[in-house]
C-alpha cells in the first residue's frame, strides 16, 4: 500500500465500514425475531426503498444529477414482475428478477440517451416528463396494465422454488421473504459501496464536481453518466422488482411524479452527500409515512414543507448533522 | 523538432478575429511564454490546441498528426494537457484524489467500476510522487477546495501533468498569488517540466516571470502573432515593448 | 374546410394558453436564471381562484361581473409569487442549483396539497361564463365564441409583453439585469426588486393562462404539472429565456398536439416528446435560445 493512503471524502475504508456494516447487519436478521409481523414486514418496505434510494443516490450525491423521475424504473421493475405473472405464468422470485433487470436496463438505456446529454434543470424535468409519459402509458394500456385496478401479484417462489408461499402468508413475508430482502439489500449496498469507491466511483464525482477539468483529464463525459443512469435505474427497477410482493399488488401511482418525490425526499432526509443517507432516510421514510397517513391526507403537504425546511437548514440531511454533531462533540469533549 | 504547428488558425467570435490566421509553433522540450494584452487572442489560441474551442479555419498539427477535428478525449491521448486560468479542481476530492483520478482516467482504469480504486496501489504511488515533485505532499488528504490559491494553482499544474503529456499549456500559473510565492511556484513547475522534457506553453501576464524562465517568447495582439523569439530578442522589439508597454503588469 | 379552421382554432387556444405559462417561465429564467418548478402551480392556483370567484363567490352573477372577477386568478397567482420570491427563492441563488430545484420542487408539492385543502379533490368548474358567450358560426360547424376571447387575451398578452420589455423603461432594467446582474447592479439597479418584480409577472402570466382557460374546462389536481410538463416541452422547442421561443414553441404544441388528438390519441403526448427530444438533439438551445 503507499505511504499516502487514498482519502476519498465521507467514504472510509472497507476495515471501517465492514465495522459499522457488519453489526446492523446482524441486528437486522434479529428482527423476524424479535418484532412482530408486521414490525418486520414494514422494516422490508423500508429495506426495498432504501435500494431504490442508494440507486437513485449514485445520480444526485455522486454525479450531480437530480432525478425527478425515479419512479418510473421502480414502475418498470414492479410491472415487468406484475407482466410475467399476468403473461407467462411466472412464480419465481429470481426469474422476477432478471426480468426487472432486464426491463430496467432497456428502458433506462434509452431515457438515460436522452436525458444524460443535459444537466441540472432540462435533465431534471427531462426525467419528470418521460415518467409521465409512462404514466400516462399504464393508464392508457390499460388492457395490459390493468389500468386504475393495477395487476395483482401472488406470493412468489424463493430460492428457485426452495421456498414457497404456501401456507400463511403473513409469516411468509414476515420470514422468508424478509430474509430474502435483507439478503438483496446487502448485496446491493455491499455492490453500491464497490462502485462509489471504484475508480469509475471517483471519475462520477470529477463530473459532478467539474464538469470541463473532467473532460479535460479525459474523462468522456456523457457516457460516464449514462453508465450512472443505466446502474441508477436498475437499481431502482430492483427495489420495484422487491416491492411487488410485498405489496400484492402494483397500480399506476407507483409511476406518478408523486412518487419520484418520495424518493428525492428521502435521499434529501437522510442526507445526499453520504453513502448511508439515503439508507436512513429510506427507513424513517417509511415509518414516517405509515404513522402520518394514519393522521392526515395532506401528505404532501408535510413532505414539502420538511423538504423546503431540510433545504432551508439542514442541507446535509439526517446522516450529515449527526456527523457534525458528533465532531462537535468530540471537539468538546477532547478540548 | 516541431511539437506542435498551427497553420492559419482561425476562431471568429461574433465579427471579432479572436485568432487571426495564426502560424504557432512550440519546439520540443522548451518552455515558451505567450504573453499579450487582454483580449490578444492567447487563450483562445489555447483554447482552440486543446479542444474546448473549435477552429473555424486552419490546422493543428501535433507530432505530425493532425488534431485540428480531435475531440479533448483524443487530444489528451495525443499527448496535450492543460491547466485553467481560473483553477479548475474537483473541490470536493482531496488532492490526493484529484492527481490519483487523473491518473486512473489516463490509463483507462475509470471504466472499472467492479472494483475498488483503493487496491490499485501503483496508481496512488504516482500520485503520491507527483504531489511530492510539485511539493503539495503535506496537502495530500486536504480537500482541494480548502488548500490555499498559490497551493491551487500548483496543484492544477500537478493534475494537467499527470496526464504524462508532451506538451502542456499552463494559462496564467501565478495570477491571483502574491508576488512571494510566484517565484517558488515558477521554479517548481519549470524544474519539474525540464527535468522530464515535456515541453510547456505558459501563458503570462507577469513579465518578470516571462523573462525569467522561458526559452522563448511569442507575443500575440488583436489576434495575430506579434513577434516570436528568444527573450532578448523580444526585449529589444520595438513593436513589443511599444503595444505591450502600460498594458501589462511589472512587478 | 371548416373541421379544418376548427382544428386551427383549437391549435390556437391551446397555444394560447402555452405563451402565457411557458413566457412566464421563460421570463423568469431569462431574468433570474432560475426555474420554478412549481410554475405549473401557478397556473393551477390561477384556475382555480378564478373558478371559485366565478364558479361559486359569484355564481349567478351577470356576465359583466364575471368577467371583471375572471383576472383574479391571475392577480392571486401574482401576489402568491410576490411573496414566494423573497422567502423562498432568494435565499438559494448563492447556493448550489440542486438546492434551488429541491426547494421549488417542495413548494409543487406544497401547492398541490394547499390546492386540495381550501378547494377539495374534485374538480372546480365555473362554465356559466363560458356558455354565456354562446358559438359563433364558423362554416357549417359552430365554435364557442368564449376560446376567441382566450386567443384575443393570448395575442393581446404576446404584443403587451414585447412591448413591455422593448419599448418600456423597466423593459431596459429588465434586459440589462439578464444580460449582466452585476453590471446592472453596479450601475445602481435595485437587482432584488427586478428579481420580484420579474418573478411576480412570470406567476401572473402563469395565472392568468389558468384564469382565462378555466371556464372552459375545470381546475383539476393535477393539472399543474401537467402544464408544468407541456410548458417545458415549449420551452425546449423555443429556447429557455426568449419570449419569441415561447411564442413560436406554444405555436407549434398548440398545432402538434391538435393533430396528435386527431389522428394519434394514445401516442398524442410521446408525439410530443419526440419532437422536443429532436429539437434538443439539433438544436439545443432551442430555436431561438442563447447557447
Known amino acids: 500500500m503507499s505511504t499516502l493512503a487514498p482519502a476519498l471524502q465521507q467514504i472510509g475504508s472497507t476495515a471501517q465500514t465492514l465495522r459499522v456494516a457488519v453489526p446492523i447487519a446482524a441486528l437486522l436478521a434479529l428482527v423476524p425475531l424479535v418484532l412482530p409481523p408486521y414490525g418486520a414486514i414494514l422494516l422490508a418496505y423500508g429495506l426495498v426503498m432504501a435500494i431504490g434510494a442508494l440507486g437513485f443516490n449514485l445520480l444526485l450525491g455522486y454525479t450531480g444529477l437530480l432525478s425527478f423521475g425515479h419512479s418510473a424504473y421502480f414502475g418498470v421493475g414492479a410491472y415487468a414482475v406484475a407482466l410475467m405473472v399476468k403473461y407467462l405464468k411466472v412464480g419465481s422470485m429470481e426469474l422476477f428478477l432478471v426480468g426487472a433487470i432486464a426491463a430496467s436496463v432497456l428502458i433506462t438505456a434509452l431515457f438515460g440517451v436522452v436525458c444524460v446529454r443535459y444537466t441540472r434543470i432540462f435533465f431534471g424535468i427531462l426525467t419528470l416528463a418521460l415518467s409521465q409519459v409512462l404514466w400516462s402509458l399504464a393508464f392508457k394500456f390499460f388492457w395490459v396494465t390493468g389500468g386504475t385496478d393495477g395487476l395483482r401479484v401472488p406470493t412468489p417462489s424463493l430460492f428457485g422454488g426452495l421456498v414457497t408461499g404456501a401456507g400463511d402468508k403473513t409469516a411468509f413475508m414476515s420470514h422468508a421473504y424478509y430474509y430474502y430482502v435483507l439478503i438483496m439489500f446487502c448485496a446491493c449496498a455491499a455492490l453500491m459501496w464497490v462502485i462509489v469507491n471504484s475508480p469509475f466511483g471517483m471519475a462520477l464525482q470529477a463530473i459532478r464536481d467539474n464538469e470541463t477539468r473532467a473532460e479535460f483529464v479525459g474523462v468522456r463525459i456523457w457516457r460516464y453518466r449514462w453508465v450512472a443512469f443505466l446502474v441508477s435505474g436498475v437499481f431502482t427497477g430492483l427495489a420495484g422488482a422487491l416491492w411487488v410482493p410485498l405489496n400484492g399488488l402494483t397500480t399506476p401511482d407507483i409511476m406518478h411524479w408523486t412518487f419520484s418525490g418520495e424518493i428525492v425526499f428521502m435521499t434529501v432526509l437522510g442526507g445526499f452527500r453520504s453513502f448511508a443517507g439515503p439508507i436512513i432516510g429510506a427507513i424513517v421514510f417509511n415509518y414516517l409515512k405509515t404513522y402520518a397517513i394514519g393522521y392526515t391526507v395532506y401528505w404532501q403537504l408535510l413532505l414539502g414543507t420538511v423538504l423546503v425546511v431540510l433545504v432551508l437548514s439542514l442541507p446535509t440531511g439526517i446522516v450529515g448533522t449527526a456527523g457534525k454533531l458528533a465532531a462537535k462533540f468530540r471537539a468538546r469533549s477532547s478540548g | ?251 | 374546410m371548416d373541421v379544418l379552421l376548427i382544428h386551427l382554432l383549437n391549435s390556437l387556444l391551446y397555444a394560447s394558453v402555452l405563451f402565457l405559462i411557458a413566457g412566464g417561465l421563460s421570463l423568469i429564467y431569462g431574468v433570474m436564471r432560475i426555474v420554478n418548478l412549481a410554475h405549473g402551480n401557478l397556473y393551477a392556483f390561477g384556475a382555480y381562484v378564478t373558478a371559485w370567484a366565478i364558479g361559486t363567490v359569484a355564481a349567478g352573477a351577470s356576465v359583466p361581473v364575471l368577467l371583471v372577477l375572471l383576472p383574479a386568478g391571475a392577480l392571486a397567482a401574482a401576489i402568491l409569487g410576490a411573496v414566494l420570491e423573497p422567502t423562498l427563492l432568494r435565499p438559494f441563488y448563492k447556493r448550489a442549483e440542486e438546492y434551488q430545484l429541491l426547494c421549488t420542487f417542495g413548494l409543487l408539492m406544497i401547492l398541490e396539497d394547499l390546492m386540495r385543502f381550501i378547494w377539495g379533490p374534485y374538480p372546480l368548474s365555473a362554465s356559466t361564463l363560458f356558455e354565456s358567450f354562446g358559438s359563433l358560426p364558423v362554416g357549417e360547424s359552430i365554435y364557442p365564441t368564449y376560446n376567441f376571447l382566450v386567443i384575443g387575451v393570448g395575442a393581446a398578452a404576446a404584443i403587451f409583453l414585447w412591448a413591455f420589455v422593448y419599448r418600456t423603461k423597466f423593459g431596459v432594467v429588465l434586459r440589462a439585469t439578464s444580460q449582466n446582474m452585476r453590471m446592472a447592479s453596479a450601475l445602481g439597479v435595485n437587482v432584488n426588486r427586478v428579481y420580484v418584480q420579474a418573478f411576480t409577472l412570470g406567476c401572473f402570466m402563469a395565472g392568468l393562462g389558468g384564469a382565462i382557460i378555466v371556464p372552459g374546462q375545470s381546475a383539476v389536481l393535477g393539472m399543474g404539472v401537467d402544464a408544468l410538463v407541456l410548458a417545458f416541452i415549449v420551452v425546449v422547442i423555443g429556447g429557455l429565456g426568449s419570449l419569441e421561443g415561447a411564442l413560436v414553441g406554444a405555436l407549434i404544441v398548440g398545432f402538434v398536439r391538435e393533430a396528435g388528438i386527431t389522428w394519434f390519441a394514445e401516442i398524442e403526448l410521446a408525439v410530443l416528446y419526440l419532437i422536443a427530444a429532436l429539437v434538443l438533439l439539433v438544436r439545443p438551445a432551442g430555436l431561438f435560445g442563447r447557447p
Open chain 2, 1 to 251: 523538432m516541431s511539437l506542435l504547428v498551427t497553420k492559419d488558425l482561425v476562431k471568429w467570435f461574433g465579427d471579432t478575429h479572436a485568432v487571426d490566421h495564426v502560424n504557432f509553433t512550440v519546439r520540443d522540450s522548451e518552455v515558451l511564454a505567450l504573453i499579450g494584452s487582454n483580449g490578444a487572442g492567447k487563450t483562445t489560441l489555447v483554447n482552440l490546441i486543446s479542444g474546448l474551442f473549435r477552429p473555424d479555419g486552419g490546422q493543428i498539427l501535433f507530432r505530425d498528426a493532425d488534431v485540428t477535428h480531435q475531440s479533448v478525449h483524443g487530444r489528451i491521448k495525443a499527448g496535450i494537457a492543460r491547466s485553467f486560468q481560473l483553477v479548475n479542481l474537483f473541490d470536493q476530492l482531496s488532492a490526493l484524489d484529484n492527481v490519483a483520478l487523473t491518473i486512473f482516467s489516463r490509463d483507462g482504469k475509470t471504466r472499472n467500476l467492479a472494483t475498488l480504486a483503493s487496491g490499485d496501489s501503483a496508481v496512488w504511488d504516482e500520485a503520491a510522487d507527483i504531489l511530492r515533485l510539485f511539493g503539495l505532499e503535506a496537502k495530500a488528504r486536504m480537500l482541494a477546495g480548502g488548500v490555499s490559491q498559490g497551493e491551487r494553482k500548483l496543484l492544477d499544474v500537478a493534475v494537467a501533468y499527470a496526464l504524462r503529456p508532451k506538451l502542456l499549456f499552463l494559462d496564467e500559473p501565478t495570477s491571483g498569488v502574491s508576488t512571494r510565492e510566484k517565484a517558488p511556484i515558477m521554479d517548481t513547475i519549470t524544474s519539474v517540466v525540464r527535468s522530464t522534457g515535456i515541453s510547456a506553453a505558459i501563458i503570462e501576464h507577469d513579465m518578470d516571470v516571462v523573462f525569467n524562465y522561458s526559452d522563448r517568447i511569442v507575443a500575440m495582439h488583436q489576434g495575430t502573432i506579434l513577434a516570436d523569439g528568444t527573450p532578448d530578442e523580444i526585449r529589444r522589439n520595438e513593436a513589443v515593448t511599444t503595444t505591450l508597454i502600460g498594458t501589462t503588469e511589472t512587478r
